[in-house]
């Protein structure tokens, strides 16, 4: 789906600012990149692991830590990355590209731009002389590179991944950003390539351990591998795009490739319904719910559709009282932030801390009341003689400014599951999340967050696959019946978001037969 109208006029109107750059007949290589102590000294640093080593001719560096990392400054001879812009200007179509791990603008593969001179010349360069002096930096036999171009306007962002797919070796950066003041953003303007690190199962790990910004005609590489976990940060400028011309070297299947796919993710703890602590279901629940021919309409609707959403679900009284405890945030509540962060970014209330209306909520949600309940509105075997062993698992979860999940293996149901969506404190945009078929085609990757192949995924492709959008309303019980390998992901919350009331609450429940 070409949707390229917009940011092709921003970067018209950003282009008019250039001076009139000279005629590039070919892009060049600074000399400077193929001399051989540079190449030696490059070489020395990548192999000593877990050092930090910066050149002082050309200011390249070297990261050890957390993986290997190198930053090559005015990597082509300068000026040239105004002519790369100007022709990405003029002729290169943009596609948008929206999931779950990603939000941003993408070109066709170098490769196939027969109009674009320069990009096609940039790819002959990659190709012949860049792949050949990487494996003598790296050590690494490099077969083929792919590469395309990607842009990120405000709002934009590429969520934890790692780049592990079978025959990638070596990632790689190119940024453009030549405009006047802005050569090198600063932090406050996002689109940072951020680094983090992992634990000893090889988990990404908040928080953020090394930021990259984009820097006009530098040129960033790293090994990719089990640990190789990095985002692009959200653009928070309106007024210049994040420009990069990016892709992979690839070799024989990478090692790491192969170990990734064993890594085990953690999942959600079910627990049996709680025998002790009872409250009545009068006490808490608007009492139209409790009626019988009101548990007959929902049985029906939820038999029909599979879903539904119960508005001024508990009296109203009763939702104030738990939303005002959980917005004064007292030292009593323990919050802790949820990863790993390649499949989540939220905060998750220590339930042993909860008082009050909360502790009340959560005993309801766990009470035999409930589970009966449940058994009324979905003729789901969750009590009485007929169920097993039933179960259920609650969290209270807190969402603000860059909190997420993304698709994975842990958010995929392994059996058939009873969801329950609770909100309190709703803003819209915060805390939406998407249920998608079983039918759909995942990432071919099987860890969590690991890239996808964007390339070829549309956006008409991917709406097809969605079953159920649940926006945030305050007070309102969402009740999702999910059949096994129905899985979901909750959307990035961008900066953009209007949260002037403060964090959006969550209480997640599941249950099982």
Known sequence: MDTSGEPQKKLLRLSETF????AVKEVR????????????????????????????QTGAQVFGDPFQICLLPEMLVQGQSQSLVAEITQKVQWSRKQMDLYEFYQSTDLSNMPNCRLLTNFLQVLRKQVRPWLEKVTGLKLDYVSASCSMYTCGDYLLVHDDLLKDRQVAFIYYLTPWEGAEEWTDAQGGCLEIFPSDEQCFPQFPVQRKIAPKDNQFAFFKVGSRSFHQVGEVTTFDYPRLTINGWFHGETNEAFVADSLRAFP???????????QPPLGLLLNNV????????????????NSEICLYEFFKRERFEMARSQLMADSNTLKWRRQGPANAHNYEVLDLSTAKGTIQELLQLFRSHAMFDLLRDFTDLDLAGSDADQPTCSVEIQRWSHGNYTVLGDGLVSEENT????????????????????PDSELPEEKAPGASRRMESEGEDEEDESVLLTITPVDNALNIVYR???????????????????????????????
């Open 19 to 22: 001076e009139k750059p000279q």
């Open 29 to 56: 290589l600074n000399d400077t990149y193929q001399q051989r102590e540079l190449t030696e000294w490059l070489q020395s640093a990548w192999t000593n692991e877990k050092t930090e080593t910066k050149e002082k």
């Open 267 to 277: 999942r959600l703890r079910y627990l049996p319904p709680d025998n002790i602590n």
């Open 289 to 304: 719910y409790l009626k019988s021919a009101t548990r007959r309409s929902i049985q029906k609707r939820i038999e029909e």
């Open 418 to 437: 009873l969801d329950l969506v609770y909100y309190l404190n709703a803003a819209d945009g915060a805390a939406v999340i998407t249920y998608l078929s």
């Open 483 to 513: 059949c096994e390998g129905t899985t979901k992901f909750t959307k990035y919350v961008s900066c953009n978001t209007p949260l002037e009331k403060g964090p959006v609450f969550v209480i997640s429940c599941s249950y099982k037969e």
